[in-house]
């Protein structure tokens, strides 16, 4: 009888290969911020001395036995690309710097409610009267060093005049760093002509003129690449190409690039502050009474000339 009666349970019961797979549990999708939300709930649940432990308990597993079943999304609307200068690589010009500063300013001013410092808006309208005069120009004589990207030349019986010479390698400096990063030279020798008209700028006092000078470059770079983004994504970007560049004259260029970067880097790291900018202008080797001002990879090569006194 009782073989019988287990032979009737199992024709009896029901033949687990023809049911039905049991439905996958639905996949719910949540945030960062609604994960969080129930967790600092459940946290607040626990320090509550009024709840009890039989309810901690079911919202616990209610929150853990949860967890295989939730996809983590970050919502689209907090995506952002890291910023990336658009360098085209074409060669360098002055036109270019000055359109690409007269684009940046502008830009500036459509995306910011304060205006941009009226230092630097005043520094680039001087660039801009420089170039109109024919006294902003590239050095064709060759008169600067290799690591000299610019220079201001004045008379010291005079306070207007005066003359800014780029070195002729910041025509491929461009190709590489884009205009808007060569134009940091450029602000950094008009403000050396503001500073002249002014009277401000003597060759007694060359470092309270670099500080001036540094500061408004400082702001260029602030103002063009206020994240800091632009600089570290193309730095690092230049540095990969030179690792693997096989043409010596080409890997040269890229190195240039690199250091000048890192240079206008320690710019940035001053935050504009006057302790620091002094600083950077006396690690970089200027000392007062210097004859002639130069801006460049490597700004402790000031240089001592005889042709017009400048500073």
């Given at each position: 009888m009782a073989l019988k009666a287990l032979a009737f349970l199992l024709l009896a019961a029901p033949v687990l290969a023809d049911q039905p797979a049991p439905a996958p549990a639905?996949?719910?999708?949540?945030?960062?911020?609604?994960?969080?939300?129930?967790?600092?709930?459940?946290?607040?649940?626990?320090?509550?001395?009024?709840?009890s432990n039989v309810s901690i308990k079911t919202r616990a597993h209610g929150?853990?036995?949860?967890?295989?079943?939730?996809?983590?999304?970050v919502p689209v609307g907090n995506y952002r690309r890291m910023d990336r200068e658009p360098v085209t690589g074409k060669v360098g010009s002055i036109q270019g710097m000055?359109?690409?500063?007269?684009?940046?300013?502008?830009?500036?001013?459509?995306?910011?409610?304060?205006?941009?410092p009226p230092a630097l808006e005043a520094t680039v309208a001087q660039a801009v009267a420089?170039?109109?005069?024919?006294?902003?120009?590239?050095?064709?004589?060759?008169?600067?060093?290799?690591?000299?990207?610019?220079?201001?030349?004045?008379?010291?019986?005079?306070l207007d005049g005066g003359m800014i010479k780029l070195n002729e390698r910041m025509k491929n400096l461009g190709i590489l760093v884009g205009d808007a990063f060569t134009y940091a030279t450029v602000t950094h020798e008009a403000q050396h002509s503001l500073d002249r008209k002014a009277g401000r700028l003597t060759p007694e006092e060359e470092i309270a003129g670099e500080i001036s000078a540094f500061r408004t470059q400082y702001l260029w770079l602030k103002l063009m690449d206020p994240s800091g983004e632009r600089m570290l994504t193309l730095h690092g970007q230049l540095k990969?190409?030179?690792?693997?560049?096989?043409?010596?004259?080409?890997?040269?260029?890229l190195n240039e690039a690199i250091v000048y970067l890192e240079h206008l880097s320690d710019v940035v790291a001053t935050n504009g502050k006057e302790d620091e900018l002094k600083k950077l202008v006396?690690?970089?080797?200027?000392?007062?009474?210097?004859?002639?001002?130069s801006d460049g990879h490597d700004h402790g090569r000031s240089r001592d000339g005889a042709s017009p006194t400048s500073a």
């Amino acid at each position: 009888m009782a073989l019988k009666a287990l032979a009737f349970l199992l024709l009896a019961a029901p033949v687990l290969a023809d049911q039905p797979a049991p439905a996958p549990a639905e996949r719910e999708y949540v945030d960062p911020a609604t994960l969080k939300a129930r967790a600092e709930a459940l946290r607040d649940a626990v320090a509550d001395m009024s709840v009890s432990n039989v309810s901690i308990k079911t919202r616990a597993h209610g929150f853990f036995d949860k967890l295989p079943d939730q996809q983590l999304v970050v919502p689209v609307g907090n995506y952002r690309r890291m910023d990336r200068e658009p360098v085209t690589g074409k060669v360098g010009s002055i036109q270019g710097m000055a359109d690409e500063a007269a684009l940046r300013i502008e830009r500036w001013k459509r995306t910011h409610t304060e205006p941009p410092p009226p230092a630097l808006e005043a520094t680039v309208a001087q660039a801009v009267a420089l170039q109109k005069g024919k006294s902003l120009r590239y050095d064709t004589e060759g008169s600067l060093d290799s690591n000299q990207m610019g220079i201001f030349q004045y008379m010291r019986d005079r306070l207007d005049g005066g003359m800014i010479k780029l070195n002729e390698r910041m025509k491929n400096l461009g190709i590489l760093v884009g205009d808007a990063f060569t134009y940091a030279t450029v602000t950094h020798e008009a403000q050396h002509s503001l500073d002249r008209k002014a009277g401000r700028l003597t060759p007694e006092e060359e470092i309270a003129g670099e500080i001036s000078a540094f500061r408004t470059q400082y702001l260029w770079l602030k103002l063009m690449d206020p994240s800091g983004e632009r600089m570290l994504t193309l730095h690092g970007q230049l540095k990969l190409w030179a690792l693997r560049e096989p043409d010596t004259e080409v890997r040269i260029a890229l190195n240039e690039a690199i250091v000048y970067l890192e240079h206008l880097s320690d710019v940035v790291a001053t935050n504009g502050k006057e302790d620091e900018l002094k600083k950077l202008v006396e690690k970089l080797g200027y000392k007062d009474g210097k004859h002639e001002h130069s801006d460049g990879h490597d700004h402790g090569r000031s240089r001592d000339g005889a042709s017009p006194t400048s500073a």
